[in-house]
């Protein structure tokens, strides 16, 4: 393979994980039972969910001047991928997600964004060469809009945007733009307006999402697995059954073994594809942790 094939824009972050009995009511101080510190963010999460897959990847990204952003270059090379575009910005920190998980594998998250803020534009263009080089370029929303949107006019090859975080405003170019338009039943909801609450209602709120533009849209739908729509087709895969110890970054753990699997495989079908991609992401919450319970090749080759 190219040392090129999968190119990821977006963040880093490090995650600060608390482990509670349940997620805390507004105003609710409630005690844990543990605390960790992982390394994160949407953007790095997939670069090395695919690279620990067998994927060659590269990352675009910016870390903070401070004690977390050479431990994160650090990290990312030890998960073998490029740091090549990865850059240290002077005066901010390197972002951070305060994420609490409930006993039954549920989170909630609060992201400060810090250096990813200041990824622009420039940055994707002194990658322009590789990323018009790779075969899949994923994207997602923690960083700007017009970051997203130039990279993918480089791309020559399939791009897939993850729409998280999603935006009630956007430009509509992120969803006419993108081969792939990536979100789960919440994010669903936030760009269409509409209750996603069942695979009937994922495939209405992908209807919608085909009718403003997008060219072929995947809703993953936790333990129901995935929807797909595009043109042509429509379908739904179903996701194996496991016993869940934390969901936090499985959709990552989606993304980037579907980034992996349609870089590796020209003449995969999306239905196989995704298939894969359930089995990725169900593994992985098998696992506390983000980064470190994304799965290796094994799990494709046995499934």
Request: net charge negative; proline share 3%.
């Amino acid at each position: 393979m190219a040392s090129n094939d999968i190119v990821v824009v977006g963040s880093c972050m490090i995650d600060f994980v608390s482990y509670a009995p349940r997620l805390p009511k507004p105003g609710e101080t409630i005690h844990g039972s543990e605390f960790v510190t992982n390394f994160g963010g949407k953007g790095a999460n997939q670069c090395v969910a695919a690279a620990k897959l067998g994927g060659k990847t590269s990352l675009v990204t910016r870390v903070g001047n401070d004690i977390w952003g050479p431990k994160y270059i650090e990290n990312l090379k030890k998960n073998n991928v490029n740091t090549k575009f990865v850059n240290a910005t002077e005066n901010y920190s390197t972002g951070i997600a305060q994420i609490t998980v409930a006993d039954t594998g549920e989170n909630q998250i609060v992201i400060v964004a810090g250096a990813n803020n200041q990824l622009g534009i420039t940055d994707v263009d002194v990658a322009q060469s590789a990323i018009s080089k790779a075969r899949v370029l994923v994207l997602q929303l923690e960083t700007s809009q017009d970051v997203a949107i130039r990279a993918i006019q480089l791309c020559r090859g399939i791009s897939i945007l993850n729409g998280a975080p999603a935006l009630s405003e956007y430009n509509p170019q992120l969803l006419k733009l993108p081969t792939i338009f990536c979100v789960n039943e919440s994010e669903a909801s936030i760009f269409t307006g509409l209750s996603v609450d069942s695979i009937s209602e994922a495939q209405t709120a992908a209807e919608a999402l085909i009718s403003i533009g997008c060219n072929s849209v995947v809703i993953t739908l936790g333990e129901k697995g995935a929807l797909y729509l595009d043109k042509n087709e429509t379908f739904h895969v179903s996701c194996p059954q496991v016993k869940c110890k934390d969901t936090t970054g499985a959709g990552d753990a989606f993304i980037g073994a579907l980034a992996y699997l349609l870089a590796n495989d020209k003449d995969i079908s999306m239905r196989k594809a995704l298939e894969k991609s359930c089995v990725a992401a169900a593994d992985s919450v098998t696992r506390l942790g983000t980064q470190i319970s994304f799965p290796d090749e094994k799990i494709l080759k046995d499934n």
